[in-house]
């Protein structure tokens, strides 16, 4: 009795796993940057790329504040205080990795996405 048991356990564990289960809670960001696979995959940006979305705010959206945040770190090198990765990025097409400076193509690519979200 005990190994049917178990055997029907497992076989409703596997039919879980395959259904998703209880592991697949909410969207998957593998890249972390708040944009969900599945909205990058949709768009111009990359999954795996956790700078494209370039996004100060962290809200999902691209509006005036993004590009208020990045206007108020104008200047700004990466050995100085107050510096922060969240509104500087280098540019390779989209976004790229942060290249210590918070300059005027920090602004213009923030500017570049505006209102172009993921949510
Ligand atoms: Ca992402
Ligand atoms: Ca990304
Ligand atoms: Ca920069």
Do not use: K, N
Not at 17 to 36: E, H, I, L, N, Q
Request: charged letters at 25%.
């Amino acid at each position: 009795m005990i190994r049917v048991f178990s055997i029907v356990a497992i076989a409703l564990g596997v039919v879980a796993f395959a259904a998703g289960g209880p592991a697949s809670a909410g969207p998957v960001d593998t890249d972390g940057d708040g944009c969900t696979d599945a909205t990058e995959m949709t768009t111009m940006f990359d999954y795996l790329d956790p700078w494209d979305f370039f996004d100060p705010s962290h809200d999902g959206l691209h509006r005036v504040v993004d590009i208020i945040l990045v206007m108020q770190e104008y200047g700004i090198d990466s050995d100085e205080g107050g510096y922060t990765t969240t509104t500087d990025r280098s540019f390779d097409g989209l976004p790229a990795a942060p290249d210590g400076r918070v300059r005027s193509d920090d602004v213009l690519m923030v500017v570049d996405l505006y209102f172009v979200d993921c949510i």
